[in-house]
């Protein structure tokens, strides 16, 4: 890092100075349930913080149709009628510095039954050092850190020298969807820093990942003749879903091939994660369906994954082949993995700015979850860089976000702005 | 049977004089798509025809509040907003014979998938001999051969010395209420004949039925987590399911202590009927639903019932008892079951009248089903004659009633109220 101790340490102080105000910037962000569908409000609050720093503002709703000519899309399987993505751009007097994206995801999955939250999903609250809210973690506390990290450049007297987006996107918990927008309607840059909370780590990989959806049908019949009539598709479902288990186990087997998940306990994850089958209690089920999340090695193309996901559940479909064949419908995550090449400039950076925030080595980690660094760094060729704080039960009950991992991350993303942007400092703060 | 044999002519005739007409009946019938929630159409198609016979008519809505005060109701678990029964009563000059009740149930269950049907569910065909269509066997045909047997008595100069109660009821299919709802309105007689499709035989005996759902709770994490943190909802009740079909296993081996069921092959029988679960693809799902239909011996209690299947599920749950409890709900059918004491007045007349039509003898059988009679049995003490016609793919696909079936029974039933409640004969047809 480039940056003097004297500039460095005045930043950190500034990240501290603020930190209050950023844990109510967040809370005020989680209060705001943006849930898919339901994103406009806490887009807005966002747009409106972009102003107050005087950001130029750009708002714009998802173009569907643009999207489906992309490659990198994922399909649409639900509507867009409140899918907007807010960019907040500072431009630099001049633009002799580094450019930088810092992007952040709006979109917060449900919440699961509230009452057995501890406190309200959708009321943040702070106990013993961690905020507790759904989207707290994953990753409200990462947006606000990235408009912190600024603010603290700024209060430590630095103008940086090159442009920051500040994106504020939808459609990261389903498709990438929202961060592919942002690509299309030309935002690049040198660099783009993602704090999805991994624990203070840097994201070294992350999967490719699906989403299907198996409609299996069953044979109906009185549920007094069940055993001797008919065939229920519930159960069907479930033998599909015990062969995609085994399916995943195999895979899993063959990790070894794959460097970067080579010596991990469990690289794929498939999910059950929605079933749905029957109509009438006393009847055999005609039909059932289930929908799957199935993680792929960043290595493989979809197609690969796909034909194998296919191929198992044909042969669990052929045992009873006088039904119709499942139909497959791929309805959200359609992408391939994503590997952070080792070594860039911008990797180089953040690292200096970690061991300077933290004190430690910055560990890099493969993940078994997917991020929207696959579509900024494989479609937009931007060295993405996933770093954030540490978070436990993101899609869970009582989520929360560790606030002194929080301000950690935030000095370290506010004194990378400051070396990778470089800028005037003029001593003020 | 003391009719004589040109009188019984007569009526057998007449059946055959008017099939055609029953038979448009039946297709008019099912063309009116009486499912839960969407009785009363069809049961105004029953009241016209009551009405053109000069029958008294007596339509009414369920009383729910009435109805919970007895100890025969099932839970209300769907809005009664349509649900209509209908009494058509034929009055006797005088009051030598003895009265009847022919009852018949309105609703139907859903079709399934429309398109796997050859021709659609609610747009009745006649194909070799058959009527197909949802409700035709289950049971609209027997409706309409309880009117056209009173049709065929009539034109053969009966003028029947009895009351003779129609009963079109709602709710056979889930609770049983609307043949409760009959008799807490009065309705009574020396014997109720019930055209269930039951293949030509005498129902002997029906088992005890419930419906229950469980809904079992989850430990959420994102999907990325799935296998190291979180507990799937879907699986856990799963699990549960299996431990039913156990439970099941269990009560059908101790079968030979039930004598109506002791050389049966499978008498309980418990069926998978929904599943629900899940709220986002990539989230180990927090919660889980399945409904389940259970048969119990008519000699055991409701009570019995609940508390094995309430146990069964409790140890599973043990399994993870830091998670809440699953949550059990009783939301329809709560029966104990139906015995038909051998040898009454009105089962001698039927066996009578079914050699006289069929040439055979009539054969009892032992029903793995439940039928309305246990309603009209048990709490109205009317000797509760399930006879009906054959039927195939009733709460299936491509349901069906033989057409030469129907007119076999309908000559039964004829020649049944003929004997049962005596009749001037003119002579004149």
Redesign the interface.
Known sequence: MKLNADLAQRITAAVDAQFDAQIEFTKALVRLPSLREREASAQDFMAEAFRERSLEIDRWKIDVEELKRHPGASPVASPYAEAFNVVGTYRADSNEGRSLILNGHIDV??T??EE?WRTPPFQPSVREGRLYGRGAG?MKAGLAANLFAYDAVRAAGVRPKGRIHFQSVVEE??TGNGALACLLRGYTADAAIIPEPVDEHLLRAN?GLL?FKASV?G????????????L?A??RA?KIWQRLEALEAQWNADRGAHPHYADHP?PI????????????????????TI???A?LYPEWTIERGKAEIEAAIAEVAAEDAHL?APAICYH??HNGGYVLEPGSPAELALQAAHEAACGETLQALA????TDARILGVFGKIPSLVYGPTCV?????DEYVELESVRRITKTIALFIADWCGGDSSGAS
């Open positions: 999955v449900p699961g039954p057995r994953d918990e389903c999967m989403w049908a044979d109906p019949a009185h549920a007094s003749g069940a055993y001797s009539a008919g229920n519930i159960k479930w469990h994850r498939f999910n059950l994660g929605k079933i749905k089958g029957g109509e009438w209690v006393s009847s055999v089920p005609a039909e059932c929908e799957v999340r993680g119709p959200g995550f993940s078994t979850a997917s039960g993101a899609h869970g009950i």
